[in-house]
Structures are given as structure tokens and as C-alpha cells.
């Protein structure tokens, strides 16, 4: 389920066990709230790694069949025998019937203090809507609808932040921690290092991180034009999924 586009929601490097919670809240909320499913064509795949690099993806060898199916002990299990996995499906948003690709990822940092991280794969369809019909506009329902989906997905118990962007193929995630995310508000990047090859944390349309690790740093100057949100779970947000047209000039 990849594209030139994915949108992809990458939560901050956490514990084995963490991840695996992350990934059961995360699963029973998009099952309730978004009727994610199989629906004949999705399911869990492993995911094979060679040293740090990501090689394929391959078949378990027994299909699991029901998204429901995956509780506590069946997700213990199959980190316990395959460590890195997607389980792959569609979801639909309440009172419409189109189907979205969505993916739930247990992902590898290579840090051995902070091992894994969960990364969710998105239909990019989500995120080029937000244009409207005719690629020319903005349509604000869409654009809430998929800011209220990522910050469901990445404002959780556990995590320092996360970040919600365009990637190309899965092996492009950067896994991060809540200081590199900071440092990453605070002193943005100058265009020159993320065009040098150095591997940079790039900015998501949609970033949050946790309050108490952001301080009492004003990002409002950096970050002009951003809509900023704080969720009841203690994160600070950053959206970028605002109508551009509506900025007033500056004189």
C-alpha cells in the first residue's frame, strides 16, 4: 500500500512493551471509531530487515484473518516471533462509505534504550482532498477530519510527539526522540542542511509534541502562519493544514 505520496504518522521511539500498547489502543480506536477492517485484501505481514536496512516485506506463515482478532496475547505473540510488522486494512470515517488504506506499524529505531517505534501508513488520497474538487481550493472538513485522525493517532499516553508527513516508502521514516523533536520546533533546519544529505528531521504538516519536554518556548514567531492546538493528553500541535488564502498579506 505505498505511493509516490503516503501520508504517514510517525510517534517518537518508546519501549517493546510501549509500542505494543501504542499499537493496541491504536488498533481498537480505529476499529470503533472508523470501522478499519480486512475487507478481503488486508491483513498482517511481517517485516524483514538486513543490519539497519529494510528488505521486504513478507507472508506470515499463518494468515490471521480479522483485524478483531488481534488482542493483547495475539499481538504479544507476533512481536515475540516476527518483532517488526504491519498489519494492513482500509478504514472509513463515520456516515460515508468510502474506504481509505490504512496501515499500523510496529517499526525498528536501532536504539537500544528506545527500540520501536509505531508508525501509521495513510491512503494519500486523505491528505490531496484537503484541495478539494478541483485541486484548487480548501476544503476545511477534510482538513479537520484528517487533523483530528493524526493527533488521535499521535497525541497518546507514552510518546513524546510525533509527526505527521508526505513520505515516498516506509524506509524514509526517521525515527526520533522527544529532544531531537524539540530541538527540531525550536531551531528549524535551514534549507541548506536538509539539501546537504544529511539525514535532518523533516517538518510534518502536523506535529506534536509533549508540553512539559517543549517548555515554555514560545514558537509562535518560528512557526508563523501554523495553527497551534493543546490536547487534553498534554501535547502542544502544530498544523499546517490551514487555508493559505485566508493569511492576511503582510504590509
Same mark, same amino acid.
Given at each position: 500500500?505505498?505511493?509516490?505520496s503516503d501520508v504517514?504518522v510517525v510517534?517518537?521511539k518508546? /519501549?517493546?512493551?510501549a509500542a505494543?500498547?501504542?499499537? $493496541?489502543?491504536a &488498533?481498537?480506536m480505529v =476499529?470503533e471509531r472508523y470501522?478499519f477492517?480486512?475487507r478481503g485484501?488486508?491483513?498482517v505481514?511481517?517485516?524483514?530487515?538486513e543490519g539497519e536496512?529494510?528488505?521486504?516485506?513478507?507472508?506470515?506463515?499463518?494468515?490471521?484473518?480479522?483485524?478483531?482478532?488481534?488482542d493483547?496475547?495475539e499481538?504479544?505473540?507476533?512481536?515475540?516471533?516476527?518483532?517488526w510488522?504491519s498489519?494492513?486494512?482500509?478504514?472509513?470515517?463515520?456516515?460515508e462509505?468510502?474506504?481509505?488504506d490504512f496501515?499500523?506499524?510496529?517499526?525498528?529505531?536501532?536504539d537500544p534504550?528506545r527500540?520501536?517505534?509505531?508508525?501509521?501508513r495513510m491512503?494519500?488520497?486523505?491528505?490531496?482532498?484537503?484541495?478539494g474538487s478541483? /485541486?484548487n481550493?480548501?476544503?476545511?472538513g477534510t482538513a $479537520?477530519r484528517? &487533523?483530528?485522525l493524526? =493527533?488521535?493517532?499521535?497525541?497518546?499516553d507514552g510518546?513524546d510527539?510525533?509527526?505527521a508527513?508526505?513520505?515516498g516508502?516506509?524506509?524514509?521514516v526517521?525515527?526520533?526522540?522527544g529532544?531531537?523533536l524539540r530541538?527540531?520546533l525550536?531551531s528549524?533546519?535551514?534549507i541548506?542542511e536538509?539539501?546537504?544529505?544529511?539525514k535532518v528531521?523533516?517538518h510534518g504538516f502536523?506535529t506534536?509534541i509533549r508540553k512539559?519536554?517543549l517548555?515554555?518556548?514560545?514558537?509562535?514567531?518560528s512557526?508563523?502562519?501554523y495553527?497551534?492546538?493543546e490536547?487534553t493528553?498534554?501535547f502542544?500541535?502544530?498544523?499546517?493544514?490551514v487555508?493559505?488564502?485566508s493569511?492576511?498579506?503582510?504590509?
Open positions: 500500500m505505498a505511493s509516490a504517514f510517534l517518537a518508546v /519501549g517493546g512493551d505494543l500498547r501504542i499499537v $493496541e489502543h &488498533l481498537g =476499529i470501522d477492517g480486512f485484501y488486508g491483513g505481514v511481517a517485516l524483514v530487515f536496512e529494510f528488505i521486504q516485506e513478507r507472508k506470515l506463515a499463518e494468515d490471521i484473518t480479522s483485524a478483531q482478532s488481534l493483547r496475547e499481538l504479544e505473540q507476533l512481536a515475540h516471533r516476527e518483532h510488522f498489519i494492513g486494512g482500509s478504514l472509513r470515517f463515520p456516515n462509505q468510502r474506504q481509505y496501515d499500523i506499524i510496529m517499526y525498528p529505531t536501532f534504550e527500540p520501536a517505534c509505531v508508525v501509521f491512503d494519500p488520497s486523505l491528505y490531496a482532498e484537503i484541495d478541483d /485541486g481550493g480548501f476544503d476545511e $479537520e484528517l &487533523l483530528k493524526c =493527533i488521535s493517532l499521535g497525541a497518546v510518546v510527539g510525533f509527526q508527513l508526505l513520505l516508502e516506509l524506509e524514509e526517521h525515527p526520533f526522540d529532544a531531537e530541538a527540531s525550536v528549524p533546519r535551514s541548506w536538509r539539501l546537504s544529505g544529511k528531521l523533516q502536523v506534536g512539559t519536554i517548555g515554555e518556548v514560545d514558537l509562535t514567531q512557526w508563523n502562519g495553527r497551534f492546538l490536547t493528553h498534554g502542544v500541535v502544530l498544523s499546517r493544514l487555508d493559505l488564502r493569511r492576511p498579506e503582510k504590509q
